[in-house]
């Protein structure tokens, strides 16, 4: 019976020793890569613009790989689908930090994704990147916005719409997806467009759900208000894949950019790709970037996302290669952070968020964009384009350098007195 207590013991001790040395090893397995968060809708009504932006940061993160990775550790990134569902995106950003350790996430599209996961990566001293143009009246010391805040766009766009280069436009249709972007931006719109003499009378404002498809009679109402006797032109916040029938259905009632022009600023070469362009000649974008500007950073980077796509075999990518604003803004961002962590010598949040302060990138747009020291916004130049008949864009106009970012617009009163910089809630 002693024998057979010995044996057991021995065994058991064996048994306990290998499950130990396979746990360190786990351990030594994640400690040998810096996981980096996806949080990108590849299903749903907001795959059309966001997967790319997935294949984008999945591009960075086998380039940096290549070139021994950071810290001397190699990439690992962590993809999931919170699909178009907006609760869902908090979940998956609960799950990015806690379970699959991430030291940072790329991700959302929508304001109202973001919107569900910032108390998330607030409460969890995470850190996001976020991409997309979007209504500002935010800031958050856990986020870093690379797309454009209002006077980086939505400001600047209607400037020239007014402008006689723009076609003098005296009345306006301000038409978006039904959530917190386009209701904030136009809310903040109709306030400029106020302090420039514009009567609401000769402001017309609607609103459509995600996915919407038949904008045949909301096409043929701005046909009816555009034809009361003054230049006419349309802010579009419409987002998503409600863009394809929106496009088709100008198209389709012979609405040119003559007559009543479009400027869009969640339209780019992407959710034209499955329209005809040729009707929509002459209706504008304004971004912060086009595929067609030319420069040798962007030669680059185009060279670069075309033997990506088609290596990978891309859905619509490896035979059409296309780049776009969000996407250069992912690249910019992915960059900063590589940058920070390099700088700050770890991926600690707190650390890699003092990094970030002033950090530097020359971006596909040929502009050296910066990261304001204290706002958490990229200083961005601004282009308009015209729709051309293949699908891309002819820039028509552009800022002098970069603009910096006002996240509180000072077309909402209230915003008087809010501070350029995130507050930190005392330990």
Request: aromatic share 8%; proline share 5%; net charge positive.
């Amino acid at each position: 019976m002693t024998t057979n207590r010995r044996v057991f013991g021995k065994t058991l001790t064996a048994v306990t020793l290998a499950m130990a040395s396979a746990g360190f090893a786990t351990l030594a397995q994640a400690a040998d890569t810096i996981k980096v968060g996806v949080l990108h809708s590849l299903s749903g009504t907001m795959a059309i613009s966001e997967t790319v932006l997935k294949d984008t940061i999945l591009m960075e993160i086998e380039a940096i790989n290549a070139k021994g990775g950071l810290l001397g550790k190699k990439l690992e990134a962590v993809v999931v689908d919170p699909a178009s569902n907006w609760p869902l995106f908090a979940e998956k950003t609960r799950q990015l930090i806690s379970t699959d350790k991430v030291s940072v996430i790329f991700g959302c599209w929508t304001s109202v994704s973001r919107k569900s996961v910032l108390p998330v990566v607030e409460e969890l001293n995470g850190l996001l990147f976020y991409p997309v143009q979007y209504e500002g009246e935010e800031l958050s010391k856990n986020v870093f916005y690379t797309g454009a805040a209002p006077n980086q766009q939505a400001i600047p766009a209607v400037e020239y719409l007014m402008s006689k280069d723009g076609g003098g436009a005296k009345r306006f249709v301000l038409l978006g997806t039904d959530y917190v972007y386009p209701r904030t931006t136009n809310k903040i719109l109709r306030s400029f467009l106020h302090s420039k003499g514009v009567k609401d009378e000769d402001i017309m404002e609607e609103y459509t759900p995600f996915g919407h498809a038949d904008y045949q009679s909301i096409i043929a109402k701005i046909k009816k208000f555009s034809g009361e006797g003054k230049k006419t032109a349309v802010v579009s916040t419409i987002n998503g894949d409600s863009n394809v029938p929106f496009y088709k259905e100008l198209g389709n009632q012979g609405l040119k950019a003559t007559d009543v022009p479009v400027v869009a600023f969640s339209v780019g070469e992407e959710e034209l790709r499955g329209v005809d362009a040729k009707p929509l000649v002459g209706h504008l974008a304004a971004w912060n970037y086009f595929m067609s500007i030319k420069n040798p950073t962007n030669a680059d980077f185009v060279t670069q996302w075309t033997k990506y796509a088609k290596a990978k075999g891309i859905a619509g990518h490896k035979d059409r290669p296309l780049t776009n604003d969000p996407m250069e803004a992912s690249v910019i961002g992915f960059h900063m952070w590589a940058q920070a962590v390099t700088k700050a010598k770890s991926t600690d949040t707190d650390k890699v968020i003092a990094a970030m302060a002033g950090q530097t990138y020359t971006a596909p747009s040929g502009i050296k964009s910066m990261m304001d020291p204290k706002n958490h916004h990229l200083h961005k130049s601004v282009f308009i384009g015209e729709i051309k008949a293949d699908g891309q864009f002819n820039v028509v106009w552009k800022t002098p350098g970069p603009v910096k970012a006002q996240p509180w617009s000072p077309f909402i009163p209230e915003n008087k007195g809010k501070p350029d910089e995130p507050v930190v809630a005392k330990k």
